[in-house]
């Protein structure tokens, strides 16, 4: 699985260096990263989107000032759990099933991505975003996840089972934790758009 990834990571570059252009050398650059370093690539990667996702998260509820320890702790959160959890899982979903593609696997798949690795990952993330980016008491966190959990979930299994089937489906292995990211920058924005709101909420 991996040898062909890689043979098709070297033909993308090829072609990236014949069509020339800004971003088809940054791409080839960073497919080269993602050889040498796949980890610490990932986890760049990560924080440099819930970074981003924050700023857009922050535009859309007020036009003032970024607050931009709010944004670097984001990003600390994408470089410390998103990318490099997100690897880790990948890789363990590759040697449970070793490589198999038939329907049945995939099925397998991505209900173990949403009854697992998800319903975590939201969980982590709402309470990091409570203790850590808001300063809120660990009673607090607690409260909230029991009574905003249930939602955050169910709004959640209305877009990832649909990007977990893409990812399992059609995005080689070296590039899924990228197509993650990109999904879960939208759904990161919304999760900071929502916690910030209720916080101005609760503030007034």
């Known amino acids: ?3 062909a990834d890689s043979s ?3 033909a993308g570059r090829s072609k990236a260096r014949k069509d020339g252009g800004v971003l088809a050398v940054a791409w080839d650059r960073y497919l080269r990263q993602l ?3 796949p980890l610490e ?3 760049l990667t990560s924080a440099g989107l819930a970074g981003l996702s924050d700023i857009v998260a922050q535009r859309i509820v007020s036009r003032g000032v970024l607050n931009w320890r709010r944004t670097a702790a984001m990003a600390l959160f994408g ?3 998103s990318g490099p959890s997100m690897h880790f899982w990948q890789q363990l979903q590759e040697r449970i099933f070793k490589g198999r ?3 049945a696997t995939l099925i397998k798949r991505v209900l173990l ?3 697992t690795f998800g319903p975590l990952s939201n969980a982590v993330f709402m309470s990091y975003i409570a203790l850590v980016v808001e300063g809120r008491s660990f009673d607090f966190t607690k409260a909230k996840l029991y009574t905003d959990f249930s939602g955050v979930q169910k709004n959640g299994w209305r877009l990832w089972p649909l990007a977990s089937w893409v990812t399992y489906q059609y995005i080689p292995l070296r590039l899924r934790v990228l197509f993650v990211n990109v999904v879960a920058f939208f759904w990161s924005t919304f999760l900071n758009y929502s916690s910030r709101t209720a916080l101005t909420a609760w503030r007034k």
């Open 101 to 103: 593609r038939d329907t």
């Open 113 to 115: 991505d949403q009854l």
């Open 35 to 37: 050889e040498k370093r």
């Open 41 to 43: 690539t990932k986890a």
């Open 8 to 10: 098709r990571s070297k």
């Open 79 to 81: 470089l410390v759990w």
């Open 1 to 3: 699985m991996e040898e």
